[in-house]
């Protein structure tokens, strides 16, 4: 090993965190904010939105689980796999993917509602331990305001500044893409019929 290699790799490494940071940062998505943090094991994330969009849409995009494949970049699959009462159980499986690093995801999630303002969730088995996450509405002005806190426990194999910016990354490109659904759903509704 050369006797500078020791400060080439964590330079590297920063570079490379820097880089992600502009990208990440450059991807301006309908004013998304997302911040990503590290609380021991645990990665502990939070997100938000304000959109000019109805309550009823907002709730009914965001409890479609069974269409999220259908939007959300990373997922293949999403669908309900039982309901009871007031919950139900959600199957996920897909792949998180930034840059060069790929970080496959199959989730069992179990899901409870409270109408038109919260959606909670909390993983039964899969790639992220110890996952909890809610998503809630709030009143805004001009609309509403989309929130998103979770923790979890990642299963990334790579070091920790820059496994949150990949979790970052990811979070954002998936955050961005319910909003923009939402949104999409919104101007549909909105649209006059033409006859």
Do not use: C
């Not at 790799?9 to 992600?20: K, N, T």
């Not at 991807?27 to 969009?53: H, I, K, T, W, Y």
């Not at 199959?106 to 303002?117: D, F, H, N, W």
């Amino acid at each position: 090993m050369h006797p500078d290699s020791s400060r080439v790799v964590p330079g590297f490494l920063y570079g490379l965190a820097a880089s992600l940071v502009f990208l990440v940062h450059s991807a301006d998505a309908q004013d998304v904010l997302v911040n990503v943090v590290r609380e021991g094991d645990f990665v502990v994330v939070s997100a938000s939105a304000d959109m000019p969009v109805e309550r009823s849409i907002a709730w009914e995009v965001l409890t479609n689980y069974d269409r999220y494949a259908e939007f959300i970049p990373h997922l293949r699959v999403s669908r309900v796999v039982s309901r009871s009462g007031g919950g139900l159980v959600l199957e996920q499986q897909g792949e998180f993917r930034f840059l060069f690093f790929r970080q496959p995801l199959e989730l069992r999630l179990a899901v409870t509602e409270k109408p038109q303002y919260l959606v909670e969730s909390r993983s039964l088995s899969g790639s992220l331990k110890d996952l909890k996450g809610n998503y809630e509405l709030h009143d805004a002005p001009g609309g509403l305001r989309l929130l998103y806190s979770g923790r979890f426990v990642p299963d990334i194999s790579l070091p920790w500044f820059i496994g949150l910016f990949f979790v970052r990354a990811v979070i954002e490109k998936e955050f961005s893409a319910l909003v923009a659904e939402i949104l999409r759903r919104n101007s549909e509704h909105l649209r006059p019929i033409i006859r």
